[in-house]
């Protein structure tokens, strides 16, 4: 059972250039996020889904966009990357069981943007 | 905005000593869970109390959730040089189905 995957692990963008990231679940939950980790700080909500064909907005969604058209695939694209993006990403995903269930996460992609 | 807020933000400690975290929120939850992180990875899921609970145990871990105070403490007994890692609180609000609202983390080091 591989739970969570993201890929790819680590990218080195240009300012402007486009990339998508992949998260895949083989868990069948209905739930996925996109968080963004920087040094020193928590987890800051980017877009998140809660059913395939649905996304909406999180805390800092300005600047990423976000596809789920397969249940156990949640995409996070940057159009235009910005220094600013530099981060480490971390997907989840979460089974709608009721309110008490825990989130599965990914192992991250370090995105470095120059 | 992060509802959970952890106390400290850094904790050293030597092997074999107990380590206590806290976590503080600012809304009724369904629940709160803790995780780890360790350095470079992803989060793993630790334990989880339900609001109606007020102690909880697994293995070498205790946590105890007072709603009235709006706090939660994580106690890991007998450390190990294994349990260095940073450790997050995330609270599930009652007016929320899918959130989870995340506090910035106790990085947590054990001196051998």
């Known amino acids: 059972n591989a739970g969570v995957t993201q890929t790819p692990k680590f990218r080195v963008l240009k300012t402007g250039q486009s990339m998508t990231l992949l998260c895949a679940q083989d868990?069948?939950?209905?739930?996925m996020y996109w968080y963004r980790q920087d040094p020193g700080m928590g987890l800051r909500l980017i877009h998140y889904?809660?059913?395939?064909?649905?996304?909406a907005k999180g805390e800092v969604p300005d600047g990423y966009n976000v596809s789920r058209l397969k249940k156990q695939n949640f995409l996070l694209g940057l159009e235009s990357a910005a220094p600013s993006q530099t981060s480490v990403y971390f997907c989840?995903?979460?089974?709608?069981?009721?309110?008490?269930?825990?989130?599965?996460f990914g192992q991250g992609t370090r995105l470095t943007v120059v | 905005s992060q509802q959970g807020e952890e106390d400290p933000q850094a904790l050293s400690i030597q092997e074999g000593e107990n380590a206590t975290m806290n976590c503080s929120y600012k809304?009724?939850?369904?629940?709160l869970q803790w995780y780890r992180q360790n350095s470079g990875r992803g989060l793993v899921h630790l334990i989880l109390?339900?609001?109606n609970e007020r102690e909880k145990h697994s293995g070498r871990l205790r946590v105890t959730l007072d709603t009235s105070k709006k706090s939660s403490s994580l106690l890991i007994t007998a450390s190990r040089a294994a349990d260095t890692a940073s450790y997050f609180c995330?609270?599930?609000?009652?007016?929320?189905?899918?959130?989870?609202?995340w506090g910035a983390g106790t990085k947590l080091i054990i001196k051998p």
């Open positions: 989840a995903s979460r089974p709608w069981t009721g309110y008490n269930t825990e989130a599965f």
């Open positions: 995330a609270t599930a609000p009652m007016d929320s189905n899918y959130q989870l609202i």
């Open positions: 109390i339900r609001s």
């Open positions: 809304t009724s939850i369904n629940n």
């Open positions: 889904s809660v059913g395939e064909g649905t996304t």
């Open positions: 868990m069948n939950h209905e739930y």
